[in-house]
């Protein structure tokens, strides 16, 4: 049996995010018959743990999974794996997860395996159900105040604030372990996502929350309360994720007002957000886990793994957006692309469009985006066949001859878990090269067409 020590802390004055994710990933390791354990400093946020064993110090497990901005470097006797968020928490690993919707810059330090993105983002099991249950609007709109598991009072209070003065009817519950004036108060606890999946929009700050929220599909206005938080509300405000009230609400009562009165803007949002975070992030890093584990016995960082291409050319992948239908088109009605390909023709905008909207709302099919540093290089796409995947891989035309396909597969690779299929132009020697140095055995040949095939 494999074994899992998670270590993180949560208080009142940091919120409970690191708590959060942990917890999301002991359910998956659980669920897998892993033995799993708690190690850290709970102050706050103790109706996450449950039946979830603390013990009191690092100890000997298979697995350790730090997520702490304070920790520094740490040299263990275990496979260590290492969440961060941008330059926060960052150390060396032997795999680093960032699932946040934004990217920059990392440097290589030796970590051989790198998961960025929301596609990687662990959420618990309860935000996967509020996901499901969403329901449709009411009248007066129902708003939940939230500023992250530590309640954060005074930015909950402004918030209430903002509402009101936009003079605009709304049934508010503050989530706050104080008092607030004028509205039904609950403190931090384990219904949250159900309050989400019953409102019509949140408030929020901008940490861990945002991609709850995002799962869910639930329109949100955000808050920035902490530096840590500036890069995620900037990618979210931006990305149309989520409208943008700064870091104090009550200068943004306008915006307010707007998503209360416009049912279609804050539809526009939620969409958005959906398409973005799937929730099955959890389960993708525990996967990686298993694969790390496999492949590298001696638990060694930076040891030899076909896994570390992925990192000397600096590769992420998160999935798909709207807002990647335009590159999306591009890339695809590319002459070199379309020669390949088993429909030559060239999509007309409307068509790809339907097609997109399609795509990101089928459970059974996986589109990906590939990023090197910030700048958005290809796709990967896995359709589900039976037990197998089918995976499709485009690189840009612009990021062509820089060696990124075989990392851009990798990556990709470690979202989906079972069988692998691709299917190749006969005479289409980098496509088949491709495949072969990433694995990839030859399966079968149908006239013009070869079969690859490779278990993940």
Same mark, same amino acid.
């Given at each position: 049996?494999?074994?899992?020590?998670?270590?993180?802390?949560?208080?009142?004055?940091? %919120?409970?995010g690191?708590? /959060?994710?942990?917890v $999301?990933?002991a =359910? @998956?390791? +659980? !669920?897998? &018959?892993?033995?799993?354990?708690?190690c850290?400093?709970?102050?706050?946020?103790?109706?996450?743990?449950?039946?979830?064993?603390?013990?009191?110090a690092?100890?000997?497990?298979?697995?350790?999974?730090?997520?702490?901005?304070?920790?520094?470097?740490?040299?263990?006797?275990?496979?260590?794996?290492?969440?961060?968020?941008?330059t926060?928490?960052?150390?060396?690993?032997?795999?680093v997860?960032?699932?946040?919707?934004?990217?920059?810059?990392?440097?290589?330090?030796?970590?051989?395996v790198?998961?960025?993105?929301?596609?990687?983002?662990?959420?618990?099991?309860?935000?996967?159900?509020?996901?499901?249950?969403?329901r449709?609007s009411?009248?007066p709109?129902?708003?939940?105040?939230?500023?992250? %598991?530590?309640?954060?009072? /005074?930015?909950?209070? $402004?918030?209430? =604030? @903002?509402? +009101? !003065?936009? &003079?605009?009817?709304a049934?508010v519950v503050?989530?706050?372990?104080v008092?607030?004036?004028g509205v039904?108060?609950?403190?931090?606890?384990?219904?949250l996502p159900?309050l989400?999946?019953?409102?019509?929009?949140?408030?929020s700050?901008?940490?861990v929350?945002?991609?709850?929220?995002?799962?869910?599909?639930?329109?949100?206005?955000?808050?920035?309360?902490?530096?840590?938080?500036?890069?995620?509300?900037?990618a979210?405000?931006?990305q149309?994720?989520?409208?943008?009230?700064?870091?104090?609400?009550?200068?943004?009562?306008?915006?307010?007002?707007?998503?209360?009165l416009?049912?279609?803007?804050?539809?526009?949002?939620?969409?958005?957000?959906?398409?973005?975070?799937?929730?099955?992030?959890?389960?993708?890093?525990?996967?990686?886990?298993?694969?790390?584990l496999?492949?590298?016995?001696?638990?060694a960082?930076?040891?030899?793994?076909?896994?570390s291409?992925?990192?000397?050319?600096?590769?992420?992948?998160?999935?798909?957006?709207v807002?990647?239908?335009?590159?999306?088109?591009?890339?695809?009605n590319?002459?070199?692309?379309?020669?390949?390909?088993?429909t030559?023709?060239?999509?007309a905008?409307?068509?790809?469009?339907?097609w997109?909207?399609?795509?990101?709302?089928?459970?059974?099919?996986?589109?990906?985006?590939?990023?090197?540093?910030?700048?958005?290089?290809?796709?990967?796409?896995?359709?589900?066949?039976?037990?197998h995947?089918?995976?499709s891989?485009?690189?840009?035309?612009?990021?062509?001859?820089?060696?990124?396909?075989?990392?851009?597969?990798l990556?990709?690779?470690r979202?989906?878990?079972?069988?692998?299929r691709?299917?190749?132009?006969?005479d289409?020697?980098?496509?088949?090269?491709?495949?072969e140095?990433?694995?990839?055995?030859h399966?079968?040949?149908?006239?013009?067409?070869?079969?690859?095939?490779?278990?993940?």
């Amino acid at each position: 049996m494999t074994s899992l020590l998670l270590r993180a802390d949560a208080a009142p004055t940091t %919120g409970v995010g690191h708590l /959060s994710r942990c917890v $999301a990933l002991a =359910t @998956a390791a +659980r !669920e897998r &018959g892993w033995d799993v354990a708690l190690c850290g400093s709970f102050t706050a946020g103790e109706w996450l743990i449950g039946d979830l064993e603390v013990v009191p110090a690092l100890e000997p497990a298979d697995v350790v999974l730090i997520d702490h901005y304070g920790l520094g470097q740490l040299t263990l006797p275990s496979l260590v794996v290492s969440m961060e968020d941008g330059t926060y928490g960052r150390r060396r690993a032997d795999i680093v997860v960032d699932a946040n919707i934004y990217t920059s810059p990392r440097p290589d330090d030796g970590s051989p395996v790198v998961l960025r993105g929301p596609a990687y983002a662990p959420l618990r099991r309860e935000i996967r159900a509020a996901r499901a249950a969403r329901r449709g609007s009411s009248t007066p709109p129902r708003v939940v105040v939230v500023m992250g %598991g530590g309640a954060a009072p /005074s930015s909950v209070a $402004a918030a209430v =604030t @903002a509402i +009101r !003065e936009t &003079g605009v009817p709304a049934d508010v519950v503050a989530i706050s372990s104080v008092p607030v004036s004028g509205v039904d108060v609950v403190p931090p606890t384990p219904d949250l996502p159900t309050l989400f999946a019953e409102a019509d929009l949140v408030v929020s700050a901008a940490g861990v929350t945002l991609l709850e929220l995002c799962c869910v599909g639930v329109p949100a206005a955000l808050v920035q309360i902490a530096d840590n938080q500036a890069a995620g509300y900037e990618a979210a405000t931006t990305q149309g994720l989520a409208a943008g009230l700064g870091t104090d609400p009550r200068e943004h009562v306008a915006t307010l007002k707007t998503l209360l009165l416009r049912e279609d803007r804050r539809k526009a949002l939620a969409d958005r957000a959906t398409a973005t975070v799937d929730g099955q992030g959890a389960d993708r890093v525990i996967t990686a886990i298993e694969t790390r584990l496999h492949e590298s016995p001696t638990r060694a960082p930076g040891g030899p793994s076909i896994s570390s291409l992925s990192v000397g050319a600096d590769i992420s992948v998160r999935s798909a957006t709207v807002g990647d239908s335009a590159d999306l088109l591009v890339w695809r009605n590319d002459p070199e692309t379309r020669a390949w390909s088993r429909t030559t023709d060239l999509v007309a905008t409307e068509d790809h469009e339907a097609w997109l909207a399609r795509v990101l709302d089928d459970p059974d099919r996986h589109l990906l985006i590939a990023v090197h540093g910030t700048d958005p290089v290809g796709t990967v796409r896995f359709d589900r066949d039976g037990e197998h995947w089918e995976v499709s891989i485009t690189v840009a035309p612009r990021a062509r001859g820089r060696k990124l396909a075989v990392p851009m597969l990798l990556a990709a690779e470690r979202t989906v878990h079972g069988g692998l299929r691709a299917c190749v132009h006969r005479d289409n020697r980098a496509s088949t090269a491709l495949f072969e140095r990433a694995g990839y055995r030859h399966d079968r040949t149908d006239g013009q067409w070869v079969w690859f095939a490779k278990s993940v």
